[in-house]
């Protein structure tokens, strides 16, 4: 089953790459041009899709201008139920979201089984990730074209990768507190 569940993933990445390509692009420009005003990216998500927050964050081969807004009160470990009631409530949402509409979340999962009445096998974490590391991508792309060294993180397990990234952090820390030691 887990092959139908790999070929269920990659229909809906193929889907991605053909109907939101220009999103995806759109996306990067902005992204581009608010890093190139040294500007910050501030990413969000709720229940499990803070993931995607976290996938963005301090991330080797990522943008250093990552600021994820982590409210612990919309994770999981803080009370799944809790988190899933809080993430519906408009009101909890005007509080911390200011003026974002909230839109309704469709179901997500892709395989079923003859001998059970329950869907199963989530998407949306694997495709999430692909969409915000492919938007990453293309945001880097779009910089280097334009003959500007974008400020990626190295990974810590090559040379080199501590003093770079300190001198990121260090232009950074100042507006992503959790960047602060």
Known sequence: ???????????????????????????????????????????????????????????????????????????????????????????????????????????DTLMEHPSLDVPFGSGSTVIGTAIVNGIMVETINIMVDKGINPPVLKSGNVDGAEEHNRRLVTHYKGRIPMLED
């Open 1 to 107: 089953m887990f092959k139908q569940y790999f070929h269920a993933l990659k229909d809906l990445l193929d889907t991605v790459e053909k109907d939101e390509k220009d999103s995806i692009q759109k996306a990067a420009q902005m992204i581009s041009s608010c890093i190139q005003e040294d500007g910050i990216v501030h990413v969000f998500g709720c229940g499990h899709s803070h993931l995607l927050a976290e996938e963005l964050f301090y991330r080797a081969g990522g943008l250093a201008p990552i600021s994820p807004i982590l409210i612990e009160d919309l994770m999981l470990h803080k009370g799944a139920v809790r988190s899933s009631q809080l993430e519906k409530d408009d009101d909890f949402a005007e509080v911390v979201m200011a003026n974002m509409t909230i839109q309704p979340k469709v179901g």
